[in-house]
Nanobody, 120 residues
């Protein structure tokens, strides 16, 4: 089992920045996991933002946010970060952290989600 808790959301003006954190617990090591970020805006489907392969730190960022969003992790803190720059009103959504094994495609573990609101 992996428990995930997001933090760092809130209200920001367009052009501003936020950094979301996702603290993981329940496992001694996350070396066999991929940590992903998703978001869901009202009335829209859940959207993949990107992921980080814990072992090695390689990231994959969706084209829709590439150049503005980055993902990183702190191995000692078992925390993954989503740095969001140059935020736009269309980035307003509930953001979710998720985890999956390297061996599977589906994310088995999800955080509770955190609201990010970008005002124009």
């Amino acid at each position: 089992q992996v428990q995930l808790v997001e933090s760092g959301g809130g209200l920001v003006q367009a052009g501003g920045s936020l950094r979301l954190s996702c603290a993981a617990s329940g496992r001694t090591t996350l070396n066999t996991f991929v940590m992903g970020w998703f978001r869901q805006a009202p009335g829209k489907e859940r959207e993949f933002i990107g992921h980080i392969i814990w072992s090695g730190g390689r990231t994959n960022i969706a084209d829709s946010v590439k150049g503005r969003f980055t993902i990183s992790r702190d191995n000692a803190q078992k925390t993954v970060y989503l740095q969001m720059n140059n935020l736009k009103p269309e980035d307003t959504a509930v953001y979710y952290c998720a985890a999956r094994s390297l061996l599977v495609r589906d994310y088995a573990y999800w955080g509770q989600g955190i609201q990010v609101t970008v005002s124009s």
